[in-house]
């Protein structure tokens, strides 16, 4: 990029240019990756608290001895924080406050931290905590040819769950390797069009794929008896229309607009397939992945003294799930955010698109603590501790009919 694009750029779209030149797209990236660790050791340590054996859900070297695996998850996420903020300040004070030195000769630090990251986790080497690296990477590997392992299913489906979460990052990571190979500097605006206006979506489409192949797994593995795997199927399957409508709006001319798939026809199709999924999908946290009983009716239910829970309570306030649900709810539909005019900044302009990042990223932490919590409970037997917990006290309220 030359000193006349650059300028061009930040007279045209000031905020964007700016924001680019100062948070360029690598940084993004691994900055919602390193929070993704830090919440996951947050949570190990916290269900850790609560007596749930999180590592034996996941199958994680049982016999191994030694510190606690969350100590080793901020382990590394520490390590991983020192990296970028390294190379995060370097670009800062390098760029001296200049979007036009940004978008210029400093490429190299952002790229360098985008590749040094994932390095971590392929170095050979016994520091840095391998065992757990390795077994991340097996994961990746077989969930990303849509594997299912029979002994590690639910530490497999976690983290092709997260993967759905992280579809814009996915997609940024595509618009970033574009705009390298196209000799554009990645500390300029994105260009989300990169190598053609459908190939950001098909990418952004793999994560549901994924899903979609583990639950038809389940299913066959059942004899075709488990109807549920089918469902949740249907419920990963329900991307795919918000996915396509939404790059055939972007390369659809506004000159079709008398047309039978006009701009006008587009986005009312593209409205009710969001709210079809994001119903669905809602439904399905609370009831399904949660076990929450308030969609169900049912005389038994009637009879909790936490209306809409279930009898088993392992978190110390029944008010955490009502306000998980209220948050999975609200964050389920930040896609609305896009339907104002008032509100644009969140399609619009990169802050916005990094914004709901963000929020899918704490919807599906917010999520994270009660789906493990309910795999505990109905791997025990509707919350029965191991003999070796349960003398040791727990925050486990179970309910009295």
């Known amino acids: 990029m030359d000193q006349q694009q650059a300028v061009e750029q930040v007279v045209e779209q000031p905020v964007d240019a700016l924001f680019s030149a100062y948070f360029p797209l690598p940084y993004r990236a691994v900055s919602t990756f390193i929070i993704g660790v830090w919440a996951w050791a947050i949570t190990l340590q916290y269900l850790t608290k609560l007596h749930i054996d999180v590592e034996s859900l996941l199958r994680f070297n049982q016999q191994r001895s030694g510190p606690p695996l969350y100590r080793s998850v901020y ?77 590690t299913r639910f530490a497999d489906t976690l983290v092709a769950d997260a993967l759905t979460s992280y579809t814009k990052v996915i997609g940024d990571m595509w618009v970033m390797t574009c705009m390298v190979l196209s000799h554009k500097s990645v500390a300029s605006i994105p260009d989300r069009t990169c190598g053609g206006k459908f190939v950001v979506p098909t990418i952004i489409a793999i994560p549901y794929l994924i899903r979609l192949r583990q639950c038809l797994t389940d299913y066959l593995r059942s004899g075709a008896r488990d109807t549920t795997h089918l469902l949740n199927a249907v419920k990963y399957t329900t991307t795919f229309p918000v996915i396509i409508l939404s790059a055939v709006q972007r390369s659809h001319s506004e000159s079709d607009n008398g047309s039978f798939l006009g701009a006008l026809t587009l986005y009312n199709l593209w409205v009710l397939c969001m709210i079809v999924n994001s119903l669905y999908s809602f439904y399905w946290d609370v009831t399904k992945d949660w076990d929450l009983t308030m969609f169900k009716i049912s005389s038994k239910n009637a009879n909790l003294p936490h209306k809409g829970l279930r009898s088993i309570l392992y978190f110390p306030s029944p008010y955490i799930y009502y306000a998980a649900v209220f948050v999975d709810f609200i964050l389920r539909f930040t896609w609305s955010l896009k339907v104002s005019p008032h509100l644009y900044f969140f399609n619009e302009q990169e802050g916005g698109v990094f914004a709901l990042e963000m929020m899918e990223l704490l919807r599906r932490w917010v999520w994270l603590f009660l789906r493990i919590e309910t795999e505990w409970i109905r791997t025990t037997g509707s919350g029965r501790l191991p003999v070796a917990m349960s003398e040791a006290g727990t925050g486990l309220h179970e309910a009295k009919d």
């Open 75 to 151: 382990e590394v996420a520490g390590i991983l924080t020192i990296v970028y903020a390294i190379s995060a300040t370097c670009f800062w004070m390098a760029s001296n406050g200049s979007a036009y030195l940004a978008f210029l000769g400093l490429d190299i630090l952002a790229l360098s931290c985008f590749v040094a990251v994932p390095a971590i986790f392929f170095y050979p080497g016994i520091a840095f905590h391998r065992p757990g690296r390795y077994r991340f990477l097996r994961t990746m590997r077989r969930i990303m040819f849509g594997g299912l392992d029979r002994d």
